[in-house]
């Protein structure tokens, strides 16, 4: 049982180039979450998917654009990576409805570097 | 608002010496969930604890401990004998219902926590 896979684990850009971070989960979640980490900052959401189909700004939504492509995947792309989105992200995904205890699985983080 | 706030930014202590990590926070919820996570230098968040606020037992895993205290909205962690192994950031959340059922968590920005020998 994988849990929540993210890739690539790690993946440097320059200002300007655009990427996609692919995240899965195989424990029929409905939601899924993408969250950054930065020193001093804690995590902080990006985007969230509460459901199939649906997607929803967070706290920190500006640069990024995110597709829920089906239950399993989340994507979160940068269109025109700066240097200010160098960062850890973590992609995430719980239960919902009758079935929420409020806890999130998180994956194992990619860093980002852009120079 | 939905807020959690680790006062401690970094904590040093020797081994063997017991350490409390602050966790205070504000929810508009009357039901909710308090989490502690740790993240080693190995980077991935290790869950550690899940709280509902109807719970405000202590609890005590091995040489953890957590006291919850809705009067105060602190939810506290306790490492008891501290060994270089526990050397991580370690984050306090708090869950955000949403309508529908869903859900985020809230984090506090963590506490980073140095064992030494």
């Given at each position: 049982n994988a849990g929540?896979?993210?890739?690539?684990?790690f993946q440097v850009l320059k200002t300007g180039q655009s990427m996609t971070l692919q995240c899965a989960q195989d424990m029929n979640h409905n939601s899924m979450y993408w969250y950054r980490q930065d020193p001093g900052m804690g995590l902080r959401l990006i985007y969230y998917s509460a459901s199939e189909g649906t997607t929803d700004k967070g706290e920190v939504p500006n640069?990024?654009?995110?597709?829920r492509l089906n239950k399993r995947e989340?994507?979160?792309?940068?269109?025109s990576a700066a240097p200010s989105q160098t960062s850890v992200y973590f992609c995430a995904s719980s239960y919902s409805g009758g079935m929420n205890t409020g806890e999130l699985f998180f994956g194992e983080g990619s860093r980002l570097t852009v120079l | 608002?939905?807020?959690?706030?680790?006062?401690?930014?970094?904590?040093s202590v020797v081994e063997k010496e017991?350490?409390?990590?602050?966790?205070?926070?504000?929810?508009r919820d009357t039901t909710y969930y308090l989490f502690w996570y740790k993240q080693p230098p190995s980077g991935e968040l290790v869950f550690?604890?899940?709280?509902?606020?109807f719970?405000?037992?202590?609890?005590?895993?091995?040489?953890?401990?957590?006291?919850?205290?809705?009067?105060?909205?602190?939810?506290?962690?306790?490492?008891?004998?501290?060994?270089?192994?526990?050397?991580?950031?370690?984050?306090?959340?708090?869950?955000?219902?949403?309508?529908?059922?869903?859900?985020?968590?809230?984090?506090?920005?963590?506490?980073?926590?140095?064992?030494?020998?």
């Open positions: 929540v896979t993210q890739t690539p684990k640069g990024y654009n995110v597709s989340f994507s979160l792309r940068l269109e | 608002a939905q807020k959690v706030t680790q006062a401690q930014t970094e904590i017991d350490v409390t990590l602050d966790c205070v926070y504000e929810t550690l604890i899940r709280r509902n606020s719970d405000e037992q202590n609890e005590i895993s091995g040489r953890y401990s957590w006291n919850f205290q809705k009067s105060t909205s602190s939810f506290n962690f306790t490492i008891t004998a501290s060994q270089v192994v526990d050397s991580a950031v370690y984050f306090c959340a708090l869950s955000d219902f949403l309508s529908g059922g869903y859900n985020k968590l809230i984090f506090g920005a963590g506490t980073r926590l140095a064992v030494h020998p």
